[in-house]
């Protein structure tokens, strides 16, 4: 197990260092393929010895090598939460024909929670082929581990929770937006293989983080009532602690109703 996690982390390392290039690119509209990665202020190409994952940034003191301009924080810091969020993952899930779509799952949602807490909106270029490619991988891992049900929730989990966000975008047009739809059905295709109570925990938990960080924002006076929070990163949130104890979390909740 330990291996596992420890090769998963190292993916998320490498994976993260594209998930930049998507962050970056797929809001512009930009190919995440060609050209190849350069400073945005010199336009100077990325040496590949200066294309190692956070390591890379620590050695060049976070200033581009050329023109000495800043490398943003964000880099080294969405690399290492890849890692993380991998780990997490793997050590989740174990040796399992699951894992490959939960690391699909976990990259992306990290990827939409920056590219949404950034630019405010949620790329359906994104959305629109990685949802079904996760139904897809989960669906097939489920039953590889000849669990049919795991399967079945897969599909019904991402229509659950995505008809109640589309419920609640048609009925508070101003407060939801539907690239939240969109993610809230993928959260809930992934949680899904892991049970309903994870589905559950996950949308819920995202509404009570974005509630409190809301408050907050409001609060500090960091935010207006009149300007828009992105939500995406509060769905994201939630379905990471419920990838990481959504069942555990579930079930306390009901022993202390006792149920």
Known sequence: M?????GCA??????GSFAN???????????????????PHCGAAVRP????????????RGRCRDCGAPIAWRYPLVELA????????????????????????????????????????????????????????LGVGALLEGDAA??????????????????????????????????????????????WAEVVVGVFGGFLIGGVAGIGLLATKLRRRSDHIPFGPYLAAGAFVSLLAGGELAGAYLRSWGL
């Open 49 to 60: 010895r200066d294309n190692v994952p956070v390591l890379s940034w620590l050695l060049l």
């Open 150 to 195: 795991a399967a079945l929730r897969v599909v019904l989990g991402g229509a659950a929770a995505g008809g109640a966000l589309l419920a609640l975008a048609l009925a508070t047009p101003r407060g939801m937006g539907m690239g939240d739809v969109k993610l809230a059905a993928f959260i809930g295709a992934g949680l899904g293989a892991l049970g």
């Open 21 to 39: 290039v998507v962050i970056h690119r797929v809001p512009a509209g930009e190919s995440v393929v060609s050209p190849p990665s350069a400073c």
């Open 2 to 6: 330990e291996l596992l996690v420890a």
């Open 10 to 15: 190292v993916l998320g390392l490498l994976t």
């Open 82 to 137: 890849m890692a993380l969020a991998f780990a997490v993952a793997a050590r989740r899930i174990g040796w399992s024909w699951l894992l490959p779509g939960m690391l699909l799952f976990t990259w992306t949602l990290l990827v939409l929670a920056v590219i949404d807490a950034e630019t405010r909106r949620i790329p359906n270029r994104l959305t629109y082929p990685l949802t079904p490619a996760l139904v897809v991988l």
